[in-house]
């Protein structure tokens, strides 16, 4: 399977971006898919995960905020991103959940900055 992130971006603190994963040479309709990110100099975290029935779970300074979902038609995972902090500034990543250290793609990089 290939697991391709897009849809980052710069945006103004306050704003909104949606992230994409689209999968290809593998369906993940029954997979948990997670969204991961990565500031400079930190460490590679959890930002939100999705089970095949369609359950989330958002870690904490993302709650309320951002939302992921799936279309399984699609083959995609979605990272709806609002209300973006400057904190918020990371590459994200797609993978599995657990992730599968074969799939970490390039990621997308979402600079939040005025």
């Known amino acids: 399977v290939q697991l391709q992130a897009s849809g980052g971006g710069l945006v103004q603190p306050g704003g909104s971006l949606r992230l994409s994963c689209a999968a290809s040479?593998?369906?993940?309709?029954?997979?948990?898919m997670g969204w991961y990110r990565q500031a400079p100099g930190k460490q590679r975290d959890l930002v939100a995960i999705?089970?095949?029935?369609?359950?989330?779970r958002h870690t904490g300074s993302v709650k309320g905020r951002f939302t992921i979902s799936r279309d399984n038609a699609k083959n995609t995972v979605y990272l709806q991103m609002s209300s973006l902090k400057p904190e918020d500034t990371a590459l994200y990543y797609c993978n599995y959940f657990p992730p599968d250290e074969r799939y970490w793609g390039p990621g997308t990089q979402v600079t939040v900055s005025s």
């Open positions: 999705i089970t095949p029935d369609d359950s989330s």
């Open positions: 040479g593998s369906s993940i309709s029954m997979k948990s």
